[in-house]
Structures are given as structure tokens and as C-alpha cells.
């Protein structure tokens, strides 16, 4: 693992694929309101959003004019990093009804995050179950379905955000994928953790568990620690500590404390704080494209 920095990139998680605003009233689901939401999380110090698109009922999609609209209205009011994701949601486009009772997730409709001019994209190279809404969703992403996925970001020049959700995934297609040669170092590495209850295939979070993903990222790796729901704070500030880079949003966490619900903004500043009681600085946004290699805008 190289960290080469003491500054700490912020990821701003907004929306996601799978909150409403029934659980949030401050969840931002259209895009104006994903941008303005980026936007003042931006103005608390974080340097990266990770974007999910929603349709106009607010169930999920990665139709790429939705996430263009989305783009283009954060490029109007600031130069953070964009990264869309292409792993959709559990609702809405994304999903594929099967004949045994059970749904898909639509693979062809994931591969269209990448449509939209991002730097960066999401990249859930593993295969799991989402059980979400009396529903349980297959998430197939093969070998060859990883490869197709990955070739479609490259050749759009965006880098990966590998995303993983225990230590197999990092062990096998992520490090499968970058040993061929798919992407350039640093290799940046989300951990997902806390998710294991929504997730089958997904590990809850803890500091040994959060210690033995470290030790299983590939050379010359950075990472950043996300983390659902109360494990968020904890998970986050222990990856700080450890030399990483954190995602906090709505995404991950309806909630700034038990039973106060968060904005976007208030969970990015209260991140930045810690970071700065701790020592270090976050990241600005050309500094996160330095620390990251990817180009200036």
C-alpha cells in the first residue's frame, strides 16, 4: 500500500441506488439537486462524488443523459471529481425479473455509467446478492463480464474506482484485472463495509476486518474506507488513522446521529474536521487528480 501524501481525500457519496426520500427528505435524487448538493459538499472540502443517476420517479438508472445533465451541472459550479457509478441501484432500470422468482441486476444498463465524460466509475467487479425491498437481486459481474466492464472504462479514458465489499474481491478479479494491465498506479480501492446485512457476500465492519483488506491490496494501491449506516463514523475515522481516504454521504448513511437525520454537507465537514484534529489536511480537488494521476481540468 502507498499512501505518498498527508492529505486525506474526501468522497462525497450523495444519492446512491437504493435510499429514498422517504427514509431522508434531504436526499438529492434529480439532477439539480445532486448538483447543488455536490456542490456545498464541495464547499466542506470534498474533492471526489461518487454518482449515482435516478430517473425522474426516483428509481434507479445509468441512462447517460441523466448522468450527463448531472455532470454538466456540477461542472457549471465546480472542478470536483466526478465518478459514476456502474453499479446502478435495486430498482428501476436496473433490474431483470427471472422466471425462478428472483431479479437481476441489468449488466448491459451498468455498462452505460460510462457514457457520460467521467473521470472516474465505480467498478463492482464481484458477484453477490442484493436483498432490498423483499427482493433478492443477483449482482453477476463474471470474469468475462469484469473484463468487458473494465476494457469500456479504459477505453474512455476513466479510471477505475475498484469497489469491494470483503478481502475475496480484492484477491480475485480486482487484482486479477490490474496484474493485466487495466489500470496504472495508484490503484485506488474503496472497502465497503457494514453492508453484510444487505449484502450477501458483504463483511460488516471492524478493525481487524478493516486491517486484514489493507493487507491484501495490491502494490502500490491507495484506499478509501465507505461504510454503512453507524459504522460509517467509526470506519472512516479509523481509516484516517491508517493512512487512507474516506467516503461519508447518504448514500452509506441517512443519519448525523442517532435519530437526527444528515445532509450531505454536514457528514463531509464533520469528516474534514476530524481529518484536521488528526494532523492532517483534505484534499483539493487538483490535488486529489495529483494524488490519483489523473489529468487537470
Not at 445532486?34 to 425522474?56: C, D, N, Q, T, W
Not at 479514458?157 to 480475485?172: A, C, D, N, R, Y
Not at 459504522?231 to 481509516?239: D, I, K, S
Amino acid at each position: 500500500m502507498a499512501t505518498g501524501t498527508d492529505k486525506v481525500i474526501v468522497t462525497v457519496a450523495p444519492t446512491g441506488g437504493m435510499a429514498s426520500k422517504a427514509q431522508n427528505p434531504n436526499l438529492p435524487t434529480q439532477p439539480e439537486e445532486i448538483a447543488e448538493s455536490v456542490f456545498k459538499s464541495y464547499k466542506e472540502g470534498a474533492a471526489i462524488a461518487a454518482l449515482h443517476a435516478r430517473r425522474p420517479d426516483d428509481e434507479a438508472t445509468c441512462n447517460p443523459d441523466i448522468y450527463r445533465a448531472i455532470n454538466d451541472g456540477i461542472r457549471a459550479r465546480c472542478d470536483i471529481v466526478i465518478n459514476n457509478s456502474t453499479g446502478g441501484g435495486s430498482n428501476g432500470d436496473m433490474l431483470v425479473s427471472r422466471d425462478d422468482g428472483l431479479f437481476e441486476s441489468n449488466f448491459t444498463e451498468r455498462l452505460k455509467g460510462c457514457e457520460a465524460g467521467a473521470e472516474m466509475a465505480t467498478f463492482d467487479g464481484m458477484t453477490f446478492v442484493d436483498v432490498h425491498g423483499g427482493r433478492e437481486i443477483i449482482v453477476a459481474t463474471t470474469p468475462s463480464r469484469c473484463e468487458t466492464l473494465v476494457k469500456r472504462m479504459i477505453d474512455r479514458g476513466i479510471k477505475p474506482e475498484w469497489e469491494v465489499f470483503s478481502p475475496t474481491h480484492i484477491l480475485q478479479d480486482v487484482t486479477r484485472l490490474i496484474q493485466k494491465g487495466y489500470d496504472k498506479p495508484p490503484y485506488y480501492i474503496n472497502m465497503v463495509l457494514g453492508a453484510d446485512k444487505g449484502f450477501q457476500g458483504a463483511m460488516p465492519y471492524s478493525h481487524d476486518i478493516l486491517a486484514a483488506m489493507i493487507a491484501a491490496l495490491p502494490p502500490q494501491s491507495i484506499f478509501c474506507v465507505s461504510a454503512i449506516g453507524p459504522a460509517q463514523l467509526p470506519a472512516t475515522t479509523q481509516a484516517i488513522l491508517l493512512g487512507g481516504h474516506v467516503r461519508v454521504g447518504l448514500e452509506d448513511n441517512n443519519y448525523y446521529a442517532r435519530g437526527v437525520l444528515a445532509t450531505n454537507e454536514q457528514l463531509v465537514a464533520r469528516t474534514v474536521r476530524i481529518i484536521h484534529e488528526l494532523g492532517l489536511e483534505h484534499a483539493s480537488a487538483p490535488e486529489a487528480r495529483d494524488i490519483l494521476g489523473l489529468a487537470q481540468r
